[in-house]
């Protein structure tokens, strides 16, 4: 995989296999298994939209737009063509993981 431009991409936080751990440099990042990007009034279009789309080229199999002032988070798969929302728990188990991650979200947005 490459990155076209390594900072217009970047994320807010991204998960990786161990076997790439070793490299703190986004353009070395092969296979990412999950992208999270929180929105900001700045960054809320090009986080929904460029992003999101190069993430689904490429692949990525679960990228999350977390949107603080909604308290909710939209879950984008490679093939979605609209997000799944979710507002009450979110749930992540990638492939060849024992025990999902599961975060529930009103916890989560009332910290803000």
């Not at 999270?36 to 199999?61: F, M, N, W, Y």
Request: charged share 25%; net charge negative.
């Amino acid at each position: 995989m490459s990155w076209d431009d390594d900072s217009y991409f970047l994320p807010d936080l991204v998960v990786i296999p161990a076997s790439e751990s070793h490299t703190d440099d986004w353009a070395e990042v092969q296979h990412p298994l999950l992208i999270i990007e929180v929105l900001s009034p700045s960054s809320a279009r090009h986080d929904r939209t460029q992003k999101r789309r190069r993430c689904q080229e490429a692949g990525v199999p679960a990228y999350w737009v977390v949107d603080p002032e909604q308290a909710q988070v939209e879950v984008w798969t490679p093939a979605a063509t609209e997000p799944r929302v979710e507002r009450n728990r979110l749930t992540w188990h990638p492939d060849g993981v024992g025990e999902p991650l599961t975060l529930a979200l009103p916890a989560l947005f009332t910290s803000r």
